[in-house]
């Protein structure tokens, strides 16, 4: 599984990664939480709240926002953008 991840801040990317992620023995839920925990450390981000919005968009379109009301702690972009690749 490979899971690219993007801070928006006012409409312009300000920080970007990918993680790979290739645990079969996983289920496809287990693998995308752990690829999410590995990017959001990896951008340095907390890691947000998943909701049925997030699990509706990603099931539909292989992609999910996570805005500021999503975490518990104050954070410095408008939203997190996550891509399945």
């Known amino acids: ?4 991840g993007k801070l928006f801040k006012q409409n312009i990317v300000i920080r970007q ?14 693998e995308l939480e752990c690829a999410l925990i590995d990017l959001c ?3 340095e981000v907390p890691i ?14 292989r992609q999910t926002l996570f805005f500021a ?12 953008q996550i891509r399945l690749l």
């Open 17 to 30: 990664a990918t993680v790979t992620k290739d645990m079969p023995e996983l289920s496809f839920v287990k």
């Open 69 to 80: 009301d999503q975490y518990t702690e104050t954070v410095s972009f408008d939203r997190f």
């Open 41 to 43: 450390h990896t951008l």
């Open 48 to 61: 947000p709240l998943w909701i049925s919005k997030n699990t509706h968009e990603f099931a539909a379109f």
């Open 1 to 4: 599984m490979k899971l690219e």
